[in-house]
């Protein structure tokens, strides 16, 4: 998969921990700093991540523990995505509660921003 090269060049990764009942806010990253796509692994609990388009379209996915998340394109800069603050998911009809998730984000910086950092010594 051509997207999953970014892995190799990555010039941020991000790390959160989430405990259950947290969550972020519908957002979409800033499009100035960063490349498309958008890279997003999933560790240790499952979660639903929600899409939102500005039309009002709502799309809510479930992202399974040991998941990948690719958003390029429409995904990554026409809709928001955010995960709710709750301890439980429902999925398929069932109640899951949330344990502790890590996530670890991926994302190339764009040369333009790059030029500005400068090297640690």
């Not at 069932?94 to 030029?115: C, D, F, H, M, N």
Request: glycine content about 6%; charged content about 20%.
């Amino acid at each position: 998969i051509p997207n999953l090269l970014l892995i190799r060049c990555a010039a941020q990764i991000t790390l959160n921990v989430y405990r259950p009942g947290q969550g972020i806010a519908p957002h979409v990253d800033t499009h100035s700093a960063f490349e498309d796509p958008l890279i997003s692994l999933s560790l240790m609990s499952d979660t639903i991540m929600d899409f939102r388009h500005p039309d009002g379209q709502e799309v809510s996915v479930f992202l399974p523990r040991r998941s990948l998340a690719v958003l390029s394109g429409a995904s990554r800069y026409g809709w928001t995505h955010g995960i709710r603050e709750r301890k439980s998911d429902v999925v398929d009809g069932e109640i899951r509660p949330r344990g502790t998730r890590v996530s670890l984000t991926l994302r190339k910086v764009k040369s333009a921003v790059l030029q500005y950092c400068m090297p640690f010594d």
